[in-house]
């Protein structure tokens, strides 16, 4: 059963199947701290599609390179996404593009992002300016709000 799914993940997405044990050791982080896994439908969505840019890119970076015997770089996604791309924004155009939206999901997903902590800074000041007290915990120093 391992061998026929290693088989199917490398001929769809070819070496970024490498990528896939890594992120199931960042999806069971939170288990090590005591928190609960972050599984929902966005974050599977930015997986796949990372996943399939990153082997599009593979492919224009080394287009006629096999590996795993006979298989394509990019697998059979990255032939496809990697030839539509070259043809819509040439090479360099879909490595600011590729490599830009793997950025944004990236970031869009990380936990340590700063984002949460800003919104949260917002709107405990928002909150405390429409109760009319304003609290600061000795936290803020530290870097934590």
Do not use: C, Y
Request: aromatic share 4%; hydrophobic share 55%.
């Amino acid at each position: 059963m391992g061998e026929v799914l290693a088989r199917a993940t490398v001929r769809l997405v070819g070496s970024v199947a490498w990528l896939i044990p890594l992120e199931l050791v960042v999806l069971a982080g939170p288990l090590l701290v005591d928190r609960r896994i972050k599984l929902n439908l966005t974050r599977f969505s930015g997986d796949v599609v990372v996943a399939v840019v990153l082997a599009a890119l593979a492919h224009i970076a080394m287009p006629g390179v096999v590996t795993f015997g006979n298989m394509p770089l990019g697998g059979a996604i990255g032939d496809l996404f990697g030839e539509v791309l070259t043809a819509l924004f040439s090479t360099i155009g879909s490595f600011l593009i590729g490599l830009t939206v793997v950025g944004l999901i990236l970031a869009a997903g990380d936990d340590l992002s700063g984002v949460d902590v800003v919104l949260e800074a917002l709107t405990e000041l928002l909150t405390s300016r429409l109760t009319g007290t304003v609290q600061w915990s000795g936290d803020a120093a530290d870097g934590e709000i």
